[in-house]
């Protein structure tokens, strides 16, 4: 079965740091780009970054800098470390596979939930 | 950055009717439009890219459109249906971008 789990959501203070993992399992991880989509509760979809097969890396405009994708193509996973939290990061977190056809996000996980509060 | 402006946010239709969701880019994305269904507490899911269906998805569902202009529609709402619909452009690839969202309900 084809599938990706995200781990490592959880409740962190403003300016703390956080790294998000995806594993995945069922397809050949290191023939597909990789993106993050958030969604904070109640509201739409964000793109967040995108990671090619090559290592190539895309970040939208709102998390450059504090944000770094990465892929680890051994250990099937994917990960987001995420540094110098805000309010406006707090979401669910989807990794999202890109399909091989065309370039569409044919498999999300289930989503991890990042909360920035004190 | 490409905007996707989707509409309407929400609507409220009769089972068997015939409900159409829009959206509108910024700029021309040459049919490089996917459609996604959320249903609550669920990730989205994929129904629609380009001119196909994905497998498994009823062939009530449909999409149209080029330019800047694009239509998903639901020929026969079902109860199944509910859910919140998103559409995502793909034509400035990697950096995508979502239309706000849909919420489809029955009445």
């Known amino acids: 079965e084809v599938q990706l789990v995200e781990s490592g959501g959880r409740l962190v203070q403003p300016g703390g740091s956080l790294r998000l993992s995806c594993v995945a399992s069922g397809f050949t991880f290191s023939r597909h780009d990789m993106h993050w989509v958030r969604q904070p509760i109640g509201k739409g979809l964000e793109w967040v970054s995108a990671?090619?097969?090559?290592?190539?890396?895309y970040y939208a405009a709102s998390v450059k800098g504090r944000f770094t994708i990465s892929r680890e193509d051994v250990k099937n996973s994917l990960y987001l470390q995420i540094n110098n939290l805000r309010a406006e990061d707090t979401a669910m977190y989807y990794c999202?596979?890109?399909?091989?056809?065309?370039?569409?996000?044919?498999?999300w996980g289930q989503g991890t939930t990042v909360t920035v509060s004190s | 950055d490409i905007q996707m402006t989707q509409s309407p946010s929400s609507l409220s239709a009769s089972v068997g009717d015939r409900v159409t969701i829009t959206c509108r880019a910024s700029?021309?994305?040459?049919?490089?439009i996917a459609w996604y269904q959320q249903k609550p507490g669920k990730a989205p899911k994929l129904l629609y890219s380009v001119y196909r269906l994905e497998s498994g998805v009823p062939s009530r569902f449909s999409g149209s459109g080029s330019g800047t202009d694009y239509t998903f529609t639901i020929s026969s709402l079902q109860p199944e249906d509910c859910g919140t619909y998103y559409c995502?452009?793909?034509?400035?690839?990697?950096?995508?971008?979502f239309g706000g969202g849909t919420k489809v309900e029955i009445k």
């Open positions: 999202a596979r890109v399909s091989h056809s065309i370039y569409v996000l044919d498999v």
């Open positions: 990671i090619g097969t090559a290592g190539d890396t």
């Open positions: 995502q452009q793909f034509y400035s690839t990697p950096h995508l971008s």
């Open positions: 700029q021309g994305i040459s049919s490089s």
